[in-house]
């Protein structure tokens, strides 16, 4: 279901084959990352661009990633788009979150 | 003159709005549109006036009753049947609807106006009778300009310079349209009419009847007059309705409530301090709502009645139904929220309860503990909180 590509210190994660992170899906993705992040990643970099539905639980499993990364790496998503943007924007999540159109420019801020 | 709404509609364009009202009872500032246009009858002069319902009829029903309360009276035909205590919905179409009246009632004894249950209009009814009148026709369609980017939208008429009607055009592209003039759903009839349409048909206006008329070279008129037509056909339509009526921008059209200050009106046993909360007019709070201190509204921006906005919550350009608490993390712009539905006017729309975010928006009889894992969105909360 998710995809890894590793760059320097960077994770890139790929969502596959799912276009929703609900109560089944993002505690699955939130420990996916965490195990990378203890791994050595210091920067995450989600494409949702595959995503067009998220619950109140994939919020919470992006704060929880936030909180494992602290203020150690970057959190970044990629292609955030319609009721999923909505839903950032309603919890006013997007002022904390870094928010990119594509992993181009994603990476760019980084590197 | 006796008056015929049509008000049997599904309102497909203007879901999800209308999966539990029917589309003339959409409320532009927490009034139906249907009964915008009963007021504006009765201020024609017109009092007998009948609504054919189908779709969520008792709706439409049950609010305007026998009509009494705005010195009218109202009959309805409902287009249907009963089966095991059921409701079947079967409606004939607009024209089929006339004809279904006059069969089991004979009601159209004189030159009648029929309008749509979905548009707030100020047209003079009076001139246009005189027009139709002069014209000896049998039906005269009201018209209106348009520009001509916008006809795709609209039935287009093209008519000769003695006003007969020669063609119609559904939708054309604005590169093929013959005229710049469109149907607004209101016509003046005479009861002839009637002989023109069959029995127990699905038959419309304005694809079936009109142009069969035209096609057989009858006295079917087009009145080209310019009045305020505001349609209330899709979600756009409903957003821009409000922010104009709250701008002053539709003609007599009353906004409910006091006005506290230029631009803020409130209803009665709502508790909000000005002096405390963040408020850029033009904006509506309905009655027995509770503003918190430190709140952000900013308008055009309506808010229904029974409302609760928690400390910090923040509204902009938003329409608020009923009874709706909003938890003081969310900020809303550009939305219309109900208890199901959070809909920008593209018509995109989160699902309130399939998000669980019922902890955000709620129904303020709801009880807290009841809300999707309350507990769990609780901490939730306190740490998106903390992270903001």
């Known amino acids: 279901m998710f995809l890894a590509n590793f760059e320097n210190k960077t994770c890139t994660i790929a969502i596959q084959k799912v276009d929703k992170l609900d109560a089944q899906s993002a505690p699955e993705l939130r420990s996916y990352i965490v195990n990378i992040i203890n791994n050595g990643s210091e920067n995450i970099i989600i494409d949702l661009s595959n995503i067009s539905f998220m619950d109140s639980s994939a919020l919470g499993a992006i704060v929880s990633i936030m909180k494992v990364l602290g203020g150690n790496g970057k959190l970044i998503l990629v292609g955030v788009h319609g009721i999923v943007l909505d839903l950032f924007k309603l919890t006013r999540m997007d002022n904390v979150l870094n928010l990119y159109n594509d992993i181009e420019s994603a990476k760019k801020s980084l590197f | ?388």
């Open chain 2, 1 to 388: 003159m006796k008056a015929m709404i049509l008000a049997a509609g599904k309102g497909t364009r203007v879901r999800p709005l209308t999966d539990k009202l029917p589309k003339p009872m959409i409320p532009i500032i927490r009034k139906p549109v249907i009964q915008h246009i009963i007021e504006h009858l009765h201020s024609s002069n017109i009092t007998d006036i009948i609504i054919n319902t189908s779709y969520l009829a008792d709706c439409i029903e049950n609010y305007l009753r026998d009509g009494d309360q705005f010195g009218v009276n109202i009959a309805y035909s409902y287009e249907g049947y009963m089966n095991n205590n059921k409701l079947f919905d079967q409606p004939f179409g607009s024209a089929g609807g006339i004809k279904n009246i006059q069969n089991s009632s004979s009601y159209f004894d004189g030159t009648f106006i029929v309008l749509c249950g979905d548009a707030i209009i100020d047209l003079d009814i009076e001139k246009a009778c005189s027009y139709h009148k002069s014209k000896g026709a049998i039906a005269t369609i009201i018209l209106q300009e348009v520009d001509k980017k916008e006809v795709h939208k609209y039935g287009v008429v093209d008519i000769a310079k003695n006003g007969k009607v020669k063609t119609f055009q559904e939708k054309p592209e604005p590169q093929q349209a013959l005229s710049t003039l469109v149907n607004t759903g209101i016509y003046i009839f005479e009861p002839e009419i009637l002989e023109f349409i069959p029995n127990h048909t699905n038959f419309d206006i304005g694809s079936d009847l009109l142009p069969y008329l035209a096609s057989i070279g009858e006295r079917l008129y087009g009145f080209n007059t310019s009045f305020q037509w505001i349609d209330i056909g899709s979600i756009p339509d409903v957003f821009e309705a409000s922010q104009k009526a709250l701008n002053n921008k539709i003609k007599n059209f009353k906004i409910p409530g006091t006005c506290i200050r230029p631009g803020i009106w409130i209803g009665p046993n709502t508790q909000i301090n000005l002096d405390r909360v963040n408020i850029t007019p033009p904006v509506y709070i309905g009655s027995s709502c509770y503003i918190e201190d430190g709140v952000t509204i900013k308008g055009p921006t309506v808010i229904g009645a029974n409302c609760y906005l928690e400390k910090d919550s923040y509204l902009d350009k938003s329409i608020v139904d009923d009874y709706i608490r909003i938890c003081g993390l969310a900020r809303i712009e550009n939305k219309f929220v109900s208890h199901k539905d959070y809909l920008d006017a593209s018509g995109r729309n989160l699902d309130v309860k399939n998000a669980k975010i019922d902890w955000l928006i709620r129904d303020t009889r709801q009880m807290e503990h009841e809300t999707t894992h309350y507990e769990k969105n609780i901490t939730q909360f306190n740490s998106i909180k903390k992270a903001i």
